[in-house]
């Protein structure tokens, strides 16, 4: 097996009482899944989809076959679980998915997770963000300095386990000799530049546990609002047999549903942006989800206003040198 080398980091961050991101790492598969859904709902549901992926009966499939097939299954028991049980009504989760097989790496994509393939010195995106601002951003609707700020930013457009059937974003990369793939979970990706976590992979290489650490870290002096979470492997085509352990979260009965009284406390007096997470289709966008927030106009002002200062220190210069 190619894969050269693995790691994992899994965060609460500054601002949650629980995690409610769940991975997998067991070579030839990785994952991560960021649940959605309020009090213990979102925990739920993405160790739900963890589970699916650690026991789906779909080991005769390869590729991308078998990655539709994996996360199909997550999205039959989440969907299960929310429709039978009123207290996990409305629950979901992001998944991105991995599959190494040969120097070949699937890919398989549902949320705002993401994965990244760092080659060389140079970082890419592989995965679509399936969100309210990327769809605004496609569209033209939002800048990249509203969408930064723009208040619905939770907002998606397609999870795992809120309607019967998922439409899943699939794909391979032919990989190339030290490529390092990374996931990870909006957790990461709201609080760094895509250009530090770069440098910090980068920097790293060699090294992944220390890189996931210090992604970590990174996001939780970002503001650490959200839970975050971290996967990357190495791949080599020269790579021995890995000793490492397999490591995953652990698996969840499909009959696991109610929240600890502690969560209940605490959902009904502290505001969780990630408790009221949004599931809209790209076409039922409702209007008032479009107009830039706040803080975007105050941007806007304040550089109209510097726009303003300089050219009037410019007219008092010219008129000054006439």
Same mark, same amino acid.
Request: zero cysteines; charged letters at 30%.
């Given at each position: 097996m190619p894969v050269a080398a693995y790691a994992v980091a899994s965060d609460t961050g500054r601002r949650r009482l629980r995690n409610e991101d769940n991975y997998v790492v067991a070579p030839p598969l990785f994952a991560v899944a960021d649940g959605m859904g309020g009090a213990q709902a979102g925990e739920v549901a993405s160790r739900l989809a963890a589970s699916a992926l650690e026991g789906g009966d779909s080991d005769r499939l390869q590729g991308l076959e078998r990655l539709d097939a994996l996360i199909q299954e997550a999205n039959r028991r989440i969907y299960d679980r929310a429709t039978n049980d009123p207290s996990a009504s409305g629950m979901g989760t992001t998944m991105t998915v991995a599959l190494v097989e040969g120097m070949t790496v699937a890919i398989g994509h549902v949320g705002d997770s993401r994965a990244y393939l760092v080659r060389g010195e140079h970082m890419e995106q592989l995965t679509e963000d399936h969100s309210l601002v990327n769809e605004l951003l496609k569209t033209g609707k939002l800048s990249e300095e509203e969408a930064q700020v723009h208040p619905q930013r939770s907002v998606i457009t397609r999870a795992v386990g809120t309607d019967p059937d998922v439409d899943v974003d699939a794909f391979t990369i032919d990989s190339e000799e030290d490529d390092v793939f990374l996931l990870c979970s909006d957790g990461l990706t709201d609080m760094v530049e895509d250009e530090e976590i770069l440098e910090l992979v980068h920097e790293h290489r060699d090294n992944l546990d220390k890189a996931v650490q210090a992604l970590v870290a990174a996001?939780?002096?970002?503001?650490? $609002?959200?839970?975050?979470?971290? *996967?990357?492997?190495?791949? #080599? #085509? $020269?790579?021995? !047999? #890995?000793? /490492?352990?397999? *490591?995953?979260?652990?698996?969840? #009965? /499909? +009959? $696991?549903? @109610? !929240? +600890? @009284?502690q969560t209940r406390e605490y959902a009904q007096a502290q505001h969780d942006p990630r408790a009221d997470t949004m599931v809209v289709a790209p076409g039922d966008i409702p209007e008032q989800l479009t107009a830039p927030g706040p803080d975007a106009r105050r941007v806007r002002i304040v550089l109209l206003g510097l726009l303003i200062l300089v050219l009037v220190a410019a007219l008092i210069v010219w008129r000054l040198l006439r």
């Open positions: 996001a939780n002096r970002g503001g650490g $609002e959200d839970n975050i979470t971290a *996967v990357a492997f190495r791949i #080599s #085509s $020269e790579a021995a !047999p #890995s000793t /490492e352990d397999t *490591v995953a979260m652990p698996a969840i #009965s /499909e +009959d $696991e549903t @109610e !929240p +600890d @009284e």
